[in-house]
């Protein structure tokens, strides 16, 4: 792939955009833990592994355990989710896989009884958010360092 330049490279304006949302996130209640596991699982659907490898390691670095992170692609079939962390994961793969299916009244419902409507919306501004990431790493052929 030939060398392709990142977005703050091109368009200053267009990476403080992006940058907005994590301002926004910053600011919510969104546990710390559970935006990486949103982080994780969205850049493992969308395939980014740039995003998979910075948001591990930072997720390591802020106490998350391994067993869980290895487990993440398997979350329904294993204990080491809460219930609401399930109910994020279950909203990270509608929302990211959106034009498959959309996002079910079951999945929607049961993130509003388990998390409330304010965190159901920060948790749905960091899908939103971590995918943008991904598809911009993606199109500029970001890889690991």
């Not at 969104?30 to 659907?45: E, P, T, W, Y």
């Not at 670095?61 to 204990?79: D, H, M, N, Y």
Request: hydrophobic share 45%; proline share 2%; with cysteine.
């Amino acid at each position: 792939m030939a060398q392709r330049k990142f977005l703050q490279e091109i368009d200053p304006t267009a990476f403080e955009v992006m940058l907005g949302f994590e301002k926004y996130l910053a600011k919510s209640a969104l546990d710390k833990i559970q935006a990486h596991l949103i982080k994780i699982r969205v850049s493992q659907i969308n395939g980014c592994s740039f995003c998979i490898d910075k948001h591990i390691q930072e997720a390591l670095k802020i106490g998350e355990e391994s067993r869980r992170i290895f487990a993440l692609t398997v979350w329904q079939e294993t204990p080491f989710f809460s219930e609401q962390e399930r109910a994020i994961l279950a909203l990270v793969e509608e929302m990211t896989l959106i034009a498959d299916f959309g996002v079910s009244d079951e999945v929607y419902e049961t993130a509003i009884e388990l998390l409330g409507q304010q965190y159901t919306t920060e948790v749905m501004m960091a899908i939103v958010a971590m995918n943008a990431w991904n598809r911009i790493g993606i199109a500029t052929g970001r890889k690991p360092e």
